[in-house]
Structure formats: C-alpha cells, structure tokens
Nanobody
C-alpha cells in the first residue's frame, strides 16, 4: 500500500514561515512527480507546486516567490517551504505522488493532508 506521510502544518502568524514535509517509500518516490495541492474552506482544490524527478519545478503564480517546492531523493521526501505567509494561504495542504510505471501509465497517490492556518 502506498503511503505518503505529511507533517509540518500548524498555526502561524501572517508573515511567518512553515515547512511541510511529505515522506514516501523509496520505490514510489524515485519514480514520481511530487506535488503539493491545497483546499481552502468553500473552495476547490488547487495546485500549489510540482517537482519532477530531475528537480524541475512548476509553481502557481499566486504563490510564486513565497512558496518553494523541494525534494530530497536521498530521504525520499518532498518539502514545501512557505515564507511570507498570508491569511489567504490558510488551507488543508495535501501531497501527491504521480507514479509512472515501467509501461508509462501514471497513478496518483495522496497523503492525508495537513492543516495550515495563517492568522492576521
């Protein structure tokens, strides 16, 4: 069973920083594009950022310059470094592994989500 274990959420004041972590098994992580998504109350889930196996990143314009996605292939862990947080960043943040098989098919696996609350 694929497991993604997230950690690092919490309550922070506006302007503060948090770092989210998403740990996966090696067999999954090494063959996956990793991504962070978020869903605020009453809103649809949105993409925050993705990072390829080779380290290429794609970051949503709304968070560019403040949120950074990273991956440590030795630790099988993806990170979301969040700086200059705003109340609008308040959401449940979920990690996703897009696993590519040897046959080229892609399967998505999700973490359980971690709450980030930014107070004004």
């Amino acid at each position: 069973q694929v497991q993604l274990v997230e950690s690092g959420g919490g309550l922070v004041q506006a302007g503060g920083s948090l770092r989210l972590s998403c740990a996966a098994s090696r067999s999954i992580f090494s063959n996956s594009v990793m991504g962070w998504y978020r869903q605020a109350p009453g809103k649809q889930r949105e993409l925050v950022a993705t990072i390829s196996i080779s380290g290429n990143t794609n970051v949503a314009d709304s968070v560019k310059g403040r949120l950074t996605i990273l991956r440590d292939n030795a630790k099988n862990t993806a990170y979301l470094q969040m700086n200059s947080l705003k109340p609008d960043d308040t959401a449940v943040y979920c990690c996703k592994a897009a696993l590519r098989s040897a046959w080229g098919t892609v399967s998505d696996y999700w973490g359980q989500g971690t709450q980030v609350t930014v107070s004004s």
